[in-house]
């Protein structure tokens, strides 16, 4: 106790004696808050440039081979002479957007935002347990961001071989462009993400393992946590398969090795590799791609799990089960990963016990979804920005993880695999779901961020307009795929060689797609704005303007060294006691002791 | 100019939603509303407007569906895709209802259950009978769709019959080339390190093996040309250009060494496998028979592809390095499937399904299923040897420059079954 109001003590002084730099507060803090701060403002960066990405290749799509001054302005002369996109940027574009939007946007954003803001403030702790490599962590996201947009600006073009990066195609810049600097950039920075993302998990790890406050069991911790603890885990576990995966990429492209070659003629030249294979890199990518969509996702579900609860004012439905969900869902993805393999001349044998454990993960999900449907169930329901995209995420949860059954299921992917029925897919399980969980925490917690509320009338512009716009892209998709088109087309003609049915309507839902794509994307900017008009000029906020019950809500609106100036304080009940019966008012935060009699966890 | 305009009317929106934020703000204020505090009236609104976009939702669905249907590539043109249609017909049923359905739960309670003045949230933290039936219910629904769809798989990835006709679909950025087995229906070895312009599939015979050596020592890019220039006092070559030619002719020497080791192993009763397989050219159409069963096996040259045949319900990558396979029965000709689909154009086609490089979208082979006594023509056409219309028949005997009647005299002294003969690589 005594330590504790020393270090309070210290800290009024310190704002007294000697007022914090810019440089220490702003750039090179080591505070978990400022830290968050600028993951999201990173984030939302290189989202919007994702975004912008997509619009871009969109309009070759929904119009292939008419001038657009849109493109010319942002892609000149080089890449889009007169107007018209070049088939290597298209590819080039395809895969920057697919690359940052997964990882910069959704792995650094979403999570670094997040857990960095919420697992101190929410587990009752001063800080993370290291904040040197915190702030570290955040130094090499912004360095991987660099280099990746750099990327996009140099002669060869930028990565162009797919997110996925399949060598021999990323490996021989005789194969495409795009495989030469750009990919040796891609793999430089995508070396310094990982080293970002592990310091920042290890550092999470700790954190929730070690510097909870008194009375915060694991069975007392706000799934919000729980989330970011698992994802973290999953991420140590995975990460570094990949920049394993990576480094021997850069000694096959570098060094002349044969992880992933073998009997290469290309143009007319014969390579000496041999007995590589590129199904060990499929397999090594996959060991991460595949419990990469659950770090994007489950930070997501954890954040509106904890949104809904609050604002149906009734306990989360099932905690333990929710609890119970996450873990399996996180032990279960790391066995699944041979479902994006099907048609890779893997084995079938393996194909099978793939299609087994990748639709046993389905039932975690259908609990997590009923949960959060019986918790709205008898709710009183408020309707604030953070709890629409709650509510959206559920129902994009719902209908992108239903047709995820088809593509488990072997025998029906051979047929859809790479068309852009998988781009339906996991746009809405995982893009939209997790965007919309972004979304929804950034509302939410706001003024916890910046003292500041966001405006809700331009929250509900925000949320209708792009959850017509998103679902108004990515649902028309699945009728695409089906039609049999292709991922990573730069046009459709050829259906127009043997299919002039499928042509007319692969191209007529290609423009109405692109439109929506439009529309949404004008959306954003309702978003952007109102995000930064309310960091200058949005209302104050009050200490606790949800009426929530986790430990954040109790520290002053204006950030502290430390969160809390006196005492951390001690938690005596689950999160959750929302509309408990017998309470007088439809919350009691964590910090209240249990009355005499009172029924404690649940 | 117009730039100009543009970017005015940008900035003009912007100036005018901060207009209208701050009447706002300042009007919440004189009402005394905080930010946090939604008002019952917006509160409603929003719980309508759920419900209406579930509405609009499901009608946008049930449109695409009509319009579209659940496969707008038309009905499955193989065996093994009637049966997977049927299993893919049955699984969207099951996820539509469930979409549908939980959907309906979730808008509908989202609409229905909004906050009302005076009314409490009720107090339901878990109830294990409700969580039992939702772990259980989902997991028999899979545990059906499971074992179908292993039972598809099984089918579909089983091993070939021995009456299959064996393919080869050879796959180079960005085109495909065929080659069939032939008479003996076995398909003729090979190695990379043969391909030249005369054997683009690399295939392995005495005479294949001999003609790479010859190429790689003697040709104008040949070793010996190299190490003349090399060696030549009165050359003289920029630093690059001399590392460059080094380097090149050290991996010429690994190369030839492995030819002559090659060479060394190579049984030339092997040659008759290749010499009776038919080459076509690149991009030359695929003929397959109707109710024929085939065995596809799938070749790279430099990336992977992937062999697509959307009507059959078929895709496998190609491998640099590594034979796939896949087998499959057409079931509908050519003409039939244009009756079908009311389309006097419609033809099958193979398009590449993996990234491959700049030219990927393009990358396709028309098929053509006939029917037996048209494909037998077919056949006859490109296999068998008519000095009057040698140009169409494509056994490798055939196309195979000079090596003619070398070729002709290894394949009447190996007239035993190749198989038994030892495989080396
Ligand atoms: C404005 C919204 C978006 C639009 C219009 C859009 C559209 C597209 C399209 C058309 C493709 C190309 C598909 C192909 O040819 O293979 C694509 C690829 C991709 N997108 Fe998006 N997308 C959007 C947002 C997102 C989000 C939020 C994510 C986050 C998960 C995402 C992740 C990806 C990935 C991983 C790929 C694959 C890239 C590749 O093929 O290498 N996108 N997107
Ligand atoms: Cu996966
Ligand atoms: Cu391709």
């Known amino acids: 106790m005594a330590a504790h109001e020393a270090h309070a003590h210290h800290d009024t002084h310190g704002h007294d004696h000697h007022e914090e730099g810019f440089i220490s507060k702003y750039i090179f803090s080591q505070d978990h808050k400022m830290i968050g701060k600028q993951f999201l403002l990173t984030a939302v960066f290189m989202g919007v440039v994702a975004m912008l990405l997509s619009i871009l290749f969109r309009i070759q799509l929904a119009w292939p081979g008419e001038p657009s001054d849109f493109l010319s302005f942002f892609l000149g002369e080089t890449w889009a002479p007169g107007g018209v996109l070049k088939e290597n940027m298209y ?46 962590s955040y130094w090499m996201f912004l360095i991987s961001s660099l280099i990746m947009l750099f990327s996009l600006f140099i002669e060869t073009g930028p990565a162009s071989s797919g997110w996925t990066v399949y060598p021999p195609l990323s490996a021989l810049p005789q194969a495409i462009e795009g495989s030469g600097l750009g990919m040796t950039l891609w793999l430089i920075s995508m070396s310094i993400f990982i080293a970002s993302s592990l310091l920042g998990s290890l550092n999470y790890i700790v954190t929730v393992l070690n510097l909870r406050t008194k009375g915060m069991k694991m069975t007392r911790m706000p799934l919000t946590i729980w989330a970011f603890f698992v994802t973290a885990v999953l991420g140590v576990l995975s990460f570094p398969v ?57 930070p997501a579900l954890g954040l509106t799990s904890e949104i809904i609860s609050t604002n149906s004012r009734k306990p989360i439905f099932g905690y333990r089960a929710m609890i119970g969900s996450i873990l399996a869902i996180g032990f279960l993805s790391f066995i699944v990963w041979g479902h994006h393999m099907f048609v890779t001349g893997m084995n079938p044998f393996l194909g099978s016990v793939f299609v087994f454990t990748t639709l046993l993960i389905a039932i975690p999900s259908a609990v997590k979804v009923f949960n959060y449907i019986t918790t709205i169930w008898r709710g009183s329901n408020i309707y604030t920005p953070a709890m629409l995209f709650s509510v959206g995420l ?122 929506f794509a439009i ?83 649940h | ?224 040309a190299l190490e003349l220039k090399l060696n030549d006092p009165k050359l003289i070559f920029a630093p690059e250009d001399h590392a460059l030619m080094v380097k090149d002719l050290g991996a010429k020497e690994r190369i030839v060494r492995m030819l002559y080791q090659l060479k060394a192993r190579h049984n030339s009763a092997l040659d008759a496998r290749a010499m009776d397989d038919i080459v076509f050219n690149a991009s030359d159409t695929l003929y397959l028979c109707k109710d024929q069963q085939y065995e596809f096996n799938f070749r790279s040259k430099d990336v992977i592809h992937s062999a697509y045949f959307p009507h059959f319900r078929v895709q496998m990558n190609t491998v640099p390095g590594q034979t796939t396979r896949f087998k499959f ?11 079908k689909m009311s389309n006097p154009k419609f033809n099958y086609v193979l398009m590449c399904n993996k990234i491959c490089g700049s030219s990927h979208y393009k990358m396709k082979l028309m098929v053509v299923v006939l029917d037996k006594p048209a494909y037998k023509k077919w056949y006859a056409s490109v296999s068998k040897f008519d000095p009057k219309a040698a140009d169409q028949c494509k056994t490798f005997r055939n196309i195979y420059p000079v090596g003619k009647p070398k070729a002709a005299a290894d394949l009447t002294a190996t007239a035993t079954p190749a198989d038994s003969a030892i495989v080396t690589k």
């Open chain 1, 91 to 136: 590819l080039g574009l395809v895969t920057i957007h697919g690359t940052i939007m997964v990882f910069f946007l959704l792995t650094g954003g979403l999570s670094g935002t997040f857990s960095n803001l919420l697992i101190p403030l929410q587990i009752g702790a001063r800080d993370m347990a290291s904040g040197l490599l915190n702030m570290m």
């Open chain 1, 242 to 298: 990949l920049l394993s995966a990576a480094l021997l990429l850069m000694m096959d492209r570098l060094a002349g090795t044969s992880f992933y070659l073998s009997d290469i003629i290309i143009g007319s030249e014969m390579l000496e590799n041999h007995g590589g294979s590129p199904l060990l890199f499929q397999h090594l990518f996959w060991f991460l791609g595949h419990p990469e969509v659950y770090i994007v996702l489950l």
């Open chain 1, 394 to 515: 559920v129902s994009t949860f719902i209908t992108g993880g239903v047709t995820g059954i088809i593509l488990a299921d072997s025998a029906l992917d051979i047929s859809v695999h790479d068309t852009y029925f998988v781009v339906a897919h996991f746009h809405i399980v995982m893009g939209m779901s997790a965007v919309f969980g972004m979304f929804a925490g950034v509302y939410h917690w706001f003024p916890k961020m910046y003292g500041r509320m966001l405006n809700t009338r331009l929250g509900y512009a925000h949320f209708w307009v792009t959850i017509v716009g998103a679902y108004g892209v990515f649902f028309p998709m699945h009728f695409v795929g089906l039609a049999g088109a292709p991922r990573r087309y730069y046009d459709y003609s050829v259906f127009g060689d043997f299919n002039t049915n499928s042509h007319e309507m692969i191209m007529d839902l290609n423009m109405i797609i692109t439109v």
């Open chain 1, 519 to 601: 529309i949404a994307a004008f959306g954003q900017l309702i978003f952007l704005f109102n995000f930064f008009y309310s960091i200058y000029r949005g209302p104050k906020a009050v200490q606790n303007p949800w009426r929530s019950n986790t430990l954040e809500w109790t520290t002053p609106v204006e950030h502290v060294h430390g969160n809390w100036p006196g005492a951390i304080p001690e938690v005596h009940r689950w999160p959750y006691d929302y509309s408990k019966p017998g309470a007088e008012e439809d919350f009691i935060p964590q910090i209240v002791p249990l009355r005499a009699g009172e029924e404690g966890d």
């Open chain 2, 1 to 224: 100019m117009t730039k100009l305009i543009v970017l005015i009317v940008i900035i003009l929106g912007v100036v005018a939603i901060a207009q209208l934020v701050r009447m706002y703000e300042l009007s919440s204020k004189l009402r005394n509303r905080r930010e946090e505090d939604i008002p019952n009236r917006d509160n409603r609104l929003n719980a309508i407007l759920l419900l209406v976009f579930m509405f609009a939702f499901f009608a946008s669905v049930i449109y695409l569906f009509s319009e579209y249907g659940f496969s707008g590539r038309g009905e499955a043109a193989s065996v093994h895709g009637k049966a997977t249609d049927w299993l893919l017909d049955l699984n969207l049923w099951i996820i539509t209802a469930v979409f549908f359905l939980t959907n309906t739960l979730l808008f509908g309670f989202a609409f229905k259950y909004v906050r009302k003045p005076g009314v409490k949230a009720y107090w339901f933290p878990h109830d294990n009978r409700l969580e039992l039936v939702w772990t259980v219910v989902p997991a028999v629904v899979l545990a059906i769709i499971i074992i179908l769809g292993l039972k598809s798989w099984n089918e579909q990835t089983d091993h070939a019959s021995k009456e299959a006709i064996r393919v080869e679909l050879f796959s180079k950025q960005f085109d495909w080339t065929v080659r069939m087995a032939g008479d003996d229906n076995t398909l003729g070895f090979f190695d990379y390190k043969l391909t030249n312009d005369n054997n683009p599939l690399a295939l392995l015979t005495t005479k294949t093996i001999q003609d790479a050596i010859d190429s790689m020592e003697n040709s104008s890019t040949g070793i010996h």
């Open chain 2, 329 to 339: 029965t057409p079931s509908v000709t050519t003409m039939e499937m244009r009756d």
